[in-house]
């Protein structure tokens, strides 16, 4: 697939980001250069993927969710397909997946997160307040309490990448963020849409990010805390 005014941007190719041998989804990348050109074929792939799953490994449980036999799913959560819940992956109390979304080997998906049109990479952690939503998550990435992704823009127009002064038109009116493996995303953070996080970065908390920060960074926010005593304020 060629995206609408691409110049290669090697950096934020799925090789440069992704080890694609880490999901279930693998096939999905092979023949595209950037991660997000997958999100509008994950709800297909499913489906298709489906039908050949193990039944000695994975259960059908409903409308096309299918759930490893190894997995931990909370009573309280409510899964809508299409649905891969991979081996010794666990769903915890009051997850909310809403369909398209594939959740990785030994990946967890905590209290109250939310997903919707996803791949969970192997590994990732998302246990407490998440929203990941159009979006692609390495493996072994982390986002931390409460930490979300943004994926429409307030205008309503398409989503770019911002990587310096270019843009990469996505042609997507929903994409959240694209965290390379191994990624720490700190709490309270937004991914702005259009995020790219590379490799082994990590976000410190209640960090606002846009466009791209490369592999092996750390992405800091500059907020200069003000404190004064009390006894400063009385009149």
Not at 101 to 118: C, F, M, P, Q
Not at 157 to 178: C, D, H, N, S
Request: with cysteine.
């Amino acid at each position: 697939m060629k995206v609408k005014g691409d110049s290669r941007i090697r950096s934020i190719e799925t090789e440069q980001l992704l080890d694609t041998k880490h999901t279930i989804a693998m096939k999905l990348f092979t023949e595209v250069e950037y991660p997000f050109e997958v999100l509008s074929e994950i709800g297909k792939y499913i489906l298709e993927r489906g039908k050949d799953l193990p039944s000695a490994r994975f259960t059908k449980v409903g409308e096309n969710v299918w759930i490893a036999k190894s997995a931990k799913v909370a009573n309280t959560a409510s899964i809508t397909g299409p649905c891969i819940i991979d081996e010794d992956a666990e769903v915890r109390h009051c997850a909310f997946i809403r369909g398209n979304v594939i959740v990785g080997k030994r990946a967890v998906v905590g209290n109250s997160t939310e997903l919707k049109n996803s791949i969970l990479f192997d590994e990732v952690q998302v246990p407490h307040y998440n929203y990941v939503g159009d979006s692609i998550l390495g493996y072994k990435a982390h986002m931390g309490a409460g930490s979300i992704t943004s994926n429409v823009k307030s205008d309503k127009t398409l989503v770019e990448i911002r990587y310096g002064r270019q843009r990469l038109a996505t042609g997507l009116k929903k994409f959240g963020a694209i965290l390379g493996d191994l990624c720490e995303i700190g709490c309270g953070t937004i991914l702005n849409p259009g995020s790219v996080v590379g490799k082994d970065s990590t976000i410190y908390p209640l960090s606002s990010v846009r466009g791209y920060v490369p592999n092996k960074s750390i992405y800091k926010t500059n907020i200069s805390a003000s404190i004064v005593p009390k006894t400063d304020l009385e009149d």
